[in-house]
């Protein structure tokens, strides 16, 4: 039997320690908490050094480490010259792909296994859009599916055009997923939209062009609005059936060069 006091406290594992946090890591903490709470938002200016050194009673130095972190956060910008100061610019998604990038890549992990995870929470994101929509969620998708059919009337050949179609494209699935009422599903598919439009706007800068006739970009259209109809029409089920069948078509086109082996640190080096 035991003679330790199950009551006494455990000592740390040997060679195990706690580092306190440093000063400018604890500014950084209150000003991100401003951020987070909404006491600081998008474009407002920070104090000047002056005052925020005797708000925090640090040094100059201290203060300046602060701003740093909060940078590469992208969550304050820094200005020089006569308005110069620092800015709060909040979270930026991008950041968090190439982040989660780094992560994907220690792991192997190609372009295909990333569009593999959106087909996956995508779809989803259709079933619930499809139960919680508003009309101004159906006017925004509709819209964008007319912006489409006016690009179809231009020469897809172009880079220019194929660059619109894109964006106009990555919008779609934006609505998709920011209005499907989960914030959580809205921040990873961020992430992950982030990751294939970054491979789109590569394969346009070296020159790829699409192969696609007239009657599959409509074809593609008449998809996009089949599923926009069975969101309005309330249809869950018939919603996350389509765009998955949809996602999948788009991928075999999107990977028919091969590049669904390019690993993700490639695209952001």
């Given at each position: ?21 440093k ?8 000003l ?6 909404g ?10 050094e ?10 100059r130095?201290?203060l ?31 950041v968090?792909?190439r ?33 919680r ?5 159906l ?8 912006q ?8 897809l ?7 619109e ?19 959580t ?32 970009f ?16 309330g ?28 690993t ?6």
């Amino acid at each position: 039997m035991s003679t330790t006091d199950a009551s006494s406290p455990r000592e740390l594992e040997p060679g195990l320690s706690v580092r306190a946090p440093k000063t400018a890591e604890l500014v950084a903490m209150r000003l991100r908490s401003k951020i987070v709470h909404g006491e600081l938002v998008a474009g407002d200016v920070l104090p000047t050094e002056a005052q925020l050194m005797e708000q925090f009673g640090v040094s100059r130095p201290t203060l300046r480490e602060a701003i740093r972190i909060l940078e590469a956060e992208s969550l304050i910008s820094s200005r020089r010259g006569t308005r110069g100061g620092a800015q709060v610019t909040g979270p930026d998604i991008g950041v968090a792909a190439r982040y989660v990038g780094l992560i994907l890549q220690l792991q192997g992990t190609t372009l295909a296994d990333v569009y593999e995870a959106r087909m996956i929470s995508e779809p989803a994101c259709a079933g619930l859009l499809a139960e919680r929509h508003s009309e101004r969620d159906l006017r925004d998708l509709r819209a964008c599916i007319e912006q489409l059919h006016r690009l179809g009337e231009r020469d897809l050949e172009s880079a220019a055009a194929l660059s619109e179609w894109s964006a106009l494209s990555s919008r779609f699935h934006r609505l998709i997923t920011e209005r499907a009422g989960n914030r959580t599903l809205a921040v990873q598919a961020g992430v992950v939209r982030d990751i294939i439009d970054t491979h789109h706007a590569h394969a346009f800068t070296k020159g790829a062009r699409t192969d696609r006739p007239a009657e599959n970009f409509h074809r593609n259209l008449r998809s996009l609005e089949k599923l926009v109809g069975l969101i309005a029409a309330g249809d869950r089920e018939g919603a996350q059936s389509h765009w998955t069948e949809h996602m999948r078509a788009a991928g075999k086109g999107l990977f028919r060069d091969g590049s669904g082996q390019t690993t993700i640190v490639d695209l952001f080096a």
